[in-house]
């Protein structure tokens, strides 16, 4: 993850955020859609858990500089998720329905460069949340 990786992340998250609620909902049911196996590792409202991941997602874009406190965060998201059922081949199935999301609602907006950052920047995060549940 570089710096510019972590700039268009950035640049291309303030723009979805006047409509995070419905990117949260968007990606999850694109991921139920194209994975309905994953759908029962989720219990309870499926509103309230995209409102969590975008609270989650939003805290993430602003400390991504700040690896050194995220990491211990995310490793211990990945612990937990693991107790959820969570398994390794789980990430790239949530991998790909947010960047089908993102080119959705970003449209023109989500270049190429834009498409390599985000799946660089879910790839650095994706193995620490790995690491967590390993451990």
């Known amino acids: 993850m570089t710096s510019d990786d972590i700039a268009l992340v950035r640049t291309s998250w303030a723009q979805l955020q006047p409509q995070a609620e419905q990117v949260g909902a968007a990606l999850y049911q694109r991921m139920f859609n194209d994975h309905p196996e994953l759908r029962r590792l989720f219990k309870g409202e499926m509103d309230e858990q995209a409102h969590k991941l975008m609270r989650m997602v939003n805290r993430t874009v602003d400390t991504l500089d700040d690896l050194t ?21 789980d990430y790239p199935k949530m991998r ?9 609602h970003l449209g023109s907006e989500f270049t190429p460069e834009t498409r390599s950052a985000w799946i660089s920047v879910y790839g650095e995060l994706a193995e620490l949340m790995m690491e967590g549940a390993a451990s």
Request: charged fraction near 20%; glycine fraction near 10%.
């Open 69 to 89: 406190s995220l990491n211990r965060v995310i490793i211990m998201m990945g612990a937990r998720h693991s107790g959820y059922g969570v398994e390794d081949e």
């Open 96 to 104: 790909n329905a947010l960047v089908a999301t993102l080119d959705t």
